[in-house]
C-alpha cells in the first residue's frame, strides 16, 4: 500500500506554504490574534518520507476568548431586539445568499483542504462542497415557503392569532471532523437564517477549511451574528456552557461530548438539544437476496469514507445459507479497492486523519481474533503509517469489541444468522437506532420486517447502502442516535419556536391591526412574503 510522493502529487493540489490562521471572528471584525497556536499536520506525506504534512496553525484559545465571543453573540441578539432577530425575512435570505454567492467562489480552495485535513477524495470532497451550497439554496427556498404560509391570521373562538416562528436566541455549533463542511453548515445555516446568532467552534480535523470563508461570514451577516472560535472543546465550549446563556446545543459528534456539555449548563430545562450522535447501522441480508447488488451496497455502506461516517454499515447479518458466497465475494471485493492520496484517479480507500486510529482498528481485531473471529481477505489488517486496509472479520459474535464499539473506521464485520429474531432483537437492544439496510426480495417476508424496524430506527434502506440524503428527508435517530430532526424542512424547525400575536375580534383591536399591516411598521406582523 505505497503511497504517492511529491513529485506525483498534481501542482493545484500541492501545499506549497503553510496557511497560518492568524485571524478570528468575534463582533463582525476579523481581529488578529497575537497568542498561542496549534499547528495543524495532516498524515498525508508531501514527500518521499513517512512524516506528517505541516499545513498550517490556528489560534490556540481559552476561556477568555470564549467569553467574548458569547458576549459578542448576546449583544447581536440584544435580548430578543438585536438587528438579526427582529429583521425582516427578505433581509436575512439576502444575507444569506450574499454568503454562499461568495461562499462558490472558494470552491478549489475549500476543496483542497478537504483532501488535505481529513483524507477525503477528490470527487469526495468536491460533492460534499457542492452539496453544502444546494442545501443552502435549498434552506433559503423552504425558508421562504415557511413564510409564505405564515403570512396570514387564523381565527378561533374569536380570537385571531398570527402565528409565525422565532429564534431561540444564542446558538453553540459545533460540528464533525468527517463532515466538516456539509454537517456543520447542515446545523449553523438554519440556525442562523432563522433570526438566531452563534458561536461556531470548527472540527479538530478539517478546521483550516474554514478560513477561506471567514470573509465571507464577515462581509454577509451583521456584528456578532456569527462568531468563529478555536481551540479543545473542553477549553472554549466549556465555559460558553456553564455561562448558562446558550440557547441551543447544536452538536453532530459522540454522546459522551454530548452529555458532557449539558452537564455545564445550569439550566438544562431551558437548553435546546440538536444533536447528531453515533450510530451502529446494521445491514440484514435475506437468503433471496441479489448479492451483486447487495455486495455493491454493503462495500459503499462499510467502507465510503474508511466508514467514517455515523451512517455507515457497521455491522452486517447474513443469513447462514448464504453466508459462504456472500463472504467469499466480499472479501476479493474489498481487497480488490484501491487505496492512495485522495487526489489519485479511482482511489476508494484514502489515509486516515486521525494518527491513532490505526492502531484503533488493529485493537478491535486482534481481540475479535482472539474470540474466534477469522480475517477473510488477504490484505485484511495490514498497517501503514497512517493506514489500515479493512478486515472482514467472520464470524462476529457479541463478545466482540467490534460488535459494541462504533468503530468508525475500516473494519467490517460480519455476523451469521438463522432466525431473523437474532438480528432484530439484537437492533432492539442496541443503544442506538439511527438505520438499517434490508437486503431482500420477498415481500411476504419484508412487510413485517419493515413494520418492525421502522418502530426501532428512523430510516430503512431496502436494498441500498445507509445515507444521509437526499438533505430534504429527514435525518434523525432514536436512542443515543439524535436529538431533534436534520433536514432543509426540518432544521428550520429545530432551531426555532412557534410564536404568535393574539387579538380579540374587536372592532377596536382590528383597527390596529390593520393600521400596524399597512404601516408596515412591524417585522413580524405582516401579510408580505416573498416570491
Known amino acids: 500500500m505505497k503511497t504517492e510522493t511529491k513529485n ?22 476579523l481581529e488578529k490574534w497575537e497568542g498561542k497556536t496549534t499547528e495543524v499536520y495532516s498524515t498525508i506525506p508531501s514527500d518521499d518520507t513517512e512524516n506528517p504534512t505541516l499545513l498550517g496553525t ?25 438587528l438579526w432577530p427582529t429583521m425582516k425575512v427578505a433581509d436575512r435570505v439576502a444575507c444569506m445568499e450574499k454568503f454562499v454567492k461568495q461562499m462558490e467562489k472558494k ?126 472543546g473542553r477549553e472554549v465550549a466549556a465555559p460558553i456552557m456553564r455561562s448558562g446563556r446558550v440557547d441551543v446545543l447544536a452538536l453532530i459528534g459522540n454522546s459522551s461530548s454530548a452529555v458532557a456539555l449539558q452537564d455545564q449548563h445550569p439550566y438544562k430545562n431551558r437548553l435546546r438539544l440538536v444533536l447528531g450522535l453515533e450510530a451502529k447501522n446494521p445491514a440484514i441480508v435475506l437468503p433471496d437476496a441479489d448479492l451483486d447488488l447487495t455486495i455493491d451496497e454493503c462495500i459503499a455502506g462499510t467502507l465510503s469514507f474508511n466508514g467514517q461516517r455515523c451512517t455507515a454499515l457497521k455491522l452486517v447479518y447474513v443469513h447462514e445459507d448464504i453466508a459462504e458466497e456472500f463472504n467469499r465475494r466480499l472479501a476479493e471485493r474489498v481487497d ?124 430503512v434502506n431496502l436494498n441500498s447502502s445507509c445515507q444521509r440524503g437526499p438533505d430534504v428527508f429527514p435525518f434523525t435517530g432514536r436512542k443515543d442516535s439524535a436529538v431533534g430532526t436534520l433536514s432543509v424542512h426540518d432544521a428550520l424547525r429545530s432551531f426555532s419556536i412557534r410564536t404568535f400575536v393574539a387579538s380579540k375580534d374587536t372592532e377596536y383591536n382590528n383597527r390596529i391591526l390593520n393600521d400596524l399591516l399597512g404601516s408596515k411598521a412591524s417585522n413580524f406582523v405582516s401579510t408580505d412574503y416573498i416570491l
Not at 385571531?160 to 446558538?171: E, K, S
Open 8 to 29: 506525483t502529487i498534481p501542482e493545484e493540489f500541492k501545499i506549497t506554504q503553510p496557511l497560518h490562521q492568524d485571524t478570528w471572528l468575534v463582533h463582525g471584525v
Open 58 to 82: 490556528i489560534p490556540y484559545m481559552g476561556e477568555t476568548e470564549a467569553n467574548r465571543a458569547l458576549e459578542a453573540a448576546g449583544k447581536a441578539f440584544d435580548k430578543g431586539k438585536g
Open 107 to 232: 470552491r478549489d480552495e475549500v476543496v483542497k483542504y478537504l483532501m488535505w485535513e481529513i483524507g477525503k477524495s477528490l470527487p469526495d470532497s468536491q460533492k460534499e462542497f457542492d452539496r453544502t451550497v444546494e442545501y443552502i439554496y435549498d434552506t433559503i427556498e423552504d425558508y421562504k415557503d415557511l413564510d409564505r404560509d405564515s403570512a396570514n391570521f387564523k381565527k378561533r373562538d374569536g380570537i385571531y392569532a398570527h402565528i409565525r416562528r422565532g429564534p431561540l436566541g444564542i446558538v453553540l455549533c459545533l460540528g464533525p471532523y468527517n463532515y466538516p463542511l456539509n454537517e456543520t453548515f447542515a446545523l449553523l445555516i438554519p440556525a442562523l437564517i432563522m433570526g438566531n446568532t452563534a458561536i461556531f467552534k470548527p472540527a479538530k480535523h478539517g478546521v483550516l477549511l474554514i478560513s477561506p470563508l471567514l470573509e465571507a461570514f464577515k462581509s454577509s451577516f451583521p456584528k456578532g451574528v456569527v462568531n468563529i472560535i478555536y481551540g479543545r
Open 336 to 459: 480488490a479497492l484501491k487505496y492512495g492520496n485522495p487526489w489519485e484517479d479511482g482511489v476508494k480507500l484514502t489515509p486516515l486523519p486521525e494518527p491513532g486510529k490505526p492502531d484503533y482498528i488493529k485493537e478491535l481485531i486482534t481481540d475479535a481474533k482472539k474470540k474466534g473471529a477469522k480475517i477473510l481477505n488477504k490484505k485484511g489488517g495490514k498497517t501503514t503509517f497512517n493506514y489500515i486496509y479493512p478486515a472482514v472479520l467472520y464470524p462476529v459474535t457479541k463478545e466482540m469489541r467490534v460488535y459494541e464499539e462504533e468503530q468508525f473506521g475500516p473494519v467490517v464485520p460480519v455476523i451469521p444468522f438463522k432466525e431473523i429474531d437474532e438480528p432484530i432483537n439484537d437492533i432492539a437492544d442496541s443503544n442506538y437506532g439511527q438505520q438499517v439496510s434490508l437486503f431482500g426480495k420477498d415481500i411476504r417476508t419484508l412487510a413485517p420486517l419493515i413494520d418492525t424496524l421502522v418502530n426501532l430506527v428512523c430510516r
